[in-house]
């Protein structure tokens, strides 16, 4: 199947979604023990209606995504079949595969912090103001306009069913670095690896952590490009602009709806692409600050 064209058929029947079922009641589990013994030492650490709001999400990213499945496969295999070199099934394809797509991922990651546009489907991950395990579920019900970044594994010739696989463990692996309850891990592991304390600053809005620590399973992208920072503060969760809302429709779509109305109010053709690919952190700070001098006039 390798060294022949790859037709549709071919993987319909396999199922990408095993990983995720497998380990869902594991998951499940976990955040009930988070919850029972984390909730004594940090009491802010769950919220009745932000956990609702984080599994509500969660599970409409998993309804979506079943809906979407036929599509992204269909894209993955026309790009596959592009590609003029395959590389090998094999176990050590898994493994390139893993640092390649942490590398893509990296990027989409940073450009979607750094640019509004790709912000609007990612600004929903970090709209909790706690920082527990079921924060992991709020995934974007719009992620999937990001697969263009990840186009180029399936051009270098990596099998679908490969990529799918590592794909889910890339997104299983960002489940336990949710947690207040991880603290420091062995000097090695947090060298190369993303670890809970690398991601609580990520999830942070304290000015020096904002737009710090991208990577996904591999912390050593930020060291390399400059993204970098360690935990040395307590952090305080959230975005820059808050959003006084726990359901999930708003939370999901309320940047989209700003980014749409700027458009209207745009008057060339610079303002639509300062809209769309500025810095959201500047835009909403900028905001917050007209709204404080109308308030105090």
């Known amino acids: 199947m390798d060294q022949e064209k790859l037709e549709l058929a071919d993987i319909v029947n396999l199922d990408f979604n095993t990983v995720i079922w497998i380990a869902a009641p594991i998951m499940f589990l976990l955040v009930l023990l988070e919850y ?92 909790s103001e706690h920082y527990n395990l079921s924060v992991s579920f709020r995934l974007s019900w719009t992620q999937n306009l990001k697969l263009i970044f990840f186009l180029p594994v399936i051009l270098m010739g990596f099998h679908p069913l490969v990529f799918f696989i590592v794909h889910q463990i890339e997104v299983l692996y960002q489940f336990w670095i949710h947690t207040e309850l991880i603290r420091k891990l062995p000097a090695p592991i947090e060298y190369i690896f993303t670890t809970p304390s690398h991601h609580r600053v990520h999830h942070s809005v304290n000015e020096r952590y904002i737009d710090k620590n991208y990577g996904s399973t591999f912390i050593i992208w930020d060291r390399m490009f400059g993204t970098f920072q360690e935990e040395d503060e307590p952090a305080r969760y959230g975005i820059t602009k808050p959003v006084k809302s726990y359901n999930p429709v708003v939370l999901v779509f309320h940047e989209w709806i700003e980014v749409f109305k700027d458009l209207l109010r745009a008057r060339s053709i610079k303002e639509v692409y300062q809209i769309l690919f500025g810095s959201p952190v500047e835009k909403h700070k900028e905001d917050l600050a007209k709204e404080a001098s109308k308030q105090e006039a």
Not at 103 to 117: D, G, K, T
Not at 119 to 126: A, F, G, I, K, N
Request: hydrophobic share 50%; aromatic share 20%.
């Open 36 to 127: 029972i013994f984390g909730s004594k030492k940090f009491p802010n650490l769950y919220s009745g209606k932000d956990f609702l709001a984080s599994l509500s999400i969660g599970l409409g990213n998993l309804v979506l995504n079943g809906f979407m499945k036929l599509g992204m496969f269909a894209v993955f295999l026309f790009f596959y079949n592009l590609a003029p070199i395959k590389i090998p099934h094999t176990w050590w394809s898994y493994v390139l595969c893993l640092i390649v797509l942490d590398f893509c991922r990296y990027w989409a990651h940073r450009i979607a912090h750094e640019q509004r546009f790709w912000w609007s489907t990612h600004v929903v991950h970090h709209s």
